[in-house]
């Protein structure tokens, strides 16, 4: 009676799970061990690729997050008086107090922030006399966050391996609705963008420290 080995192949430069290039059949059970053995190579490799995918994760958000807080900071803010009236936003008490986060709850977070921000940024705001080309860069960083992280959020989405993510996104999606009822409350004015981009520079020092979640 045969048994079928697995060929190995090589782990890729960018830190993605080991690939399996083939399964060859052996004419002997007496190769099982050596079967055995390549499984729990495979095993152990695909293990440490994914957690070098979280360190390496964890080294992109926080390089972007950098270059979006760096870009928000160039967009001329409108007088101080706007900021007197600022909008009751009510801030998920996650992004109040420090909370515990485990690194897959930290990657739903992370990607549904992102999101929102993104379809802020893409709304009118034309009053602001803001820079056409630092929102653009802005939306370019963005979406090359959610791109590193969008392989792995679908996993964890797959196997619901998560605890307190979803209802931390229900909160920010409260969240973000207020903040795009008060930009058309307010007809997008520049007043109104103020604020908003005082909210942003907030949600990106969050951001910065939800990454610090993603760890082997």
Known sequence: MGCSCLFLGHR????????????????????????????????????????????????QQRRSDTVCQKL?????????????VR?????PEEMRQAQQFRKEDAVLV??????????????????TGWSETVIEDLLVELQGQMDHLEPIQKEVMQKKNF????????????YYFNLVQYL?????????????RVEMLSNFAFLRSLTGYLRD
């Open 12 to 59: 890729p430069s960018d830190g993605s799970v080991l690939r399996v290039t083939g399964v060859q059949s052996v004419g002997s059970c007496g190769w099982t061990y050596q079967c055995l053995l390549q499984i729990v190579l495979l095993l152990c490799f695909s293990t440490t690729a994914l957690s070098m995918n979280y360190s390496l994760l964890r080294f």
């Open 72 to 84: 928000l900071r160039q967009l001329p803010s409108t007088p101080q008086h706007c900021l007197e």
């Open 163 to 174: 605890t307190t993510g979803d209802m931390t996104i229900l909160h920010l999606k409260k």
């Open 87 to 91: 909008m009751d936003s009510q801030v």
């Open 184 to 196: 058309l409350s307010k007809d997008y004015n520049s007043c109104a963008w103020t604020v908003v």
């Open 110 to 127: 992370i990607y549904e922030m992102l999101q929102q921000i993104f379809g802020i940024l893409t709304r009118d705001f034309s009053s």
